[in-house]
């Protein structure tokens, strides 16, 4: 059974960083590329990064692109987003997710339950 559990997430000022962990269980972490997505109230889901298995290859949303860094640590199985300059429209729930090979373009499989980010003007 695959898991994904996000941590990090909280309250920050406009300015501001965090850094949100995602630690993934059930499958072999390194096989499959990862993701960020971000949902706020009253919109829909958004893709934010994303980075491939062996963590060479990694794609970014307009909208966070250099704010942003996705990155992983295969020995821990984990994947973190570093957020730089949040700014208040970056208020959302963050979701980890796990696609199904270890290039992004093969689709998300699995999905984790999210962390709050929110950001104070």
């Known amino acids: 059974q695959v898991q994904l559990v996000e941590s990090g997430g909280g309250l920050v000022q406009a300015g501001g960083s965090l850094r949100l962990s995602c630690e993934c269980s059930?499958?072999?972490?390194?096989?499959?590329?990862m993701g960020w997505f971000r949902q706020a109230p009253g919109k829909e889901r958004e893709f934010v990064a994303a980075?491939?298995?062996?963590?060479?290859?990694?794609n970014y949303a307009d909208s966070v692109k250099g704010r942003v860094t996705i990155s992983r640590d295969n020995a821990k199985n984990t994947v973190y987003l570093q957020m730089n300059s949040l700014k208040s429209e970056d208020s959302a729930i963050y979701c980890c997710?796990?696609?199904?090979?270890?290039?992004?373009?093969?689709?998300?499989?699995?999905w984790g339950q999210g962390t709050q980010v929110t950001v104070s003007s």
């Open positions: 980075i491939s298995g062996s963590g060479a290859y990694t």
């Open positions: 059930g499958r072999t972490f390194s096989s499959y590329a």
């Open positions: 997710a796990s696609y199904r090979t270890r290039l992004v373009p093969s689709g998300v499989e699995y």
